[in-house]
């Protein structure tokens, strides 16, 4: 379960078992009138995840986004869904441009949940241009062992 996109192929991954095997699908791409021109800010939306004994945590790097420009939300009962939109500046008739690096356009970030994470509890905060969700865990109950004496 490499993290690494491959250089074969499109790059998709589907192993069901890698949280970040729904990353970017683009069921247009090919198509002349693909979104791909506005996706281009999601490669720029990266995420770490860490774990705690007591959560989940996502740390997403938004900067210059106000946090009425991003989603968090939960489909299905265990896909984590980043998603919003980093606008693009306004052209004046008399500016000239000499180099463009920042991204603009829409971004998501898909990612399957583990089997205990806490949905009832899920928070999101943004400051300083990362957004942290944090979603708790549950507590794995062990299973009962019940010893069985042998006769004879």
């Given at each position: 379960m490499s993290l690494i996109p491959s250089f074969f192929g499109n790059g998709r991954r589907s192993n069901v078992?890698?949280?970040?095997?729904l990353d970017i699908w683009d069921p247009f791409q090919g198509f002349p009138f693909s979104s791909a021109g506005e996706t281009t800010a999601v490669a720029?939306?990266?995420i770490d995840w860490k774990e705690t004994p007591e959560?989940?945590?996502?740390?997403?790097?938004?900067?210059?986004?106000?946090?009425?420009?991003?989603?968090?939300?939960?489909?299905?009962?265990s896909i984590l869904q980043i998603s919003g939109?980093?606008?693009?500046?306004?052209?004046e008739?008399?500016?000239?441009?000499h180099r463009v690096e920042r991204?603009?356009?829409?971004?998501?970030?898909?990612?399957?949940?583990p089997e205990n994470a806490k949905l009832e509890g899920v928070k999101?905060?943004?400051?300083?241009?990362?957004?942290?969700?944090?979603?708790p865990k549950e507590e794995v109950k062990k299973p009962e062992v019940k010893s069985i004496d042998i006769s004879g």
């Open positions: 078992f890698d949280p970040f095997s720029n939306a990266r959560a989940h945590l996502f740390k997403v790097d938004v900067p210059g986004l106000k946090k009425e420009e991003v989603k968090v939300e939960v489909e299905d009962g939109e980093r606008s693009k500046e306004k052209d008739k008399n500016d000239k441009w991204s603009s356009g829409k971004f998501i970030r898909r990612l399957r949940l999101a905060a943004m400051e300083n241009g990362v957004l942290t969700v944090t979603v």
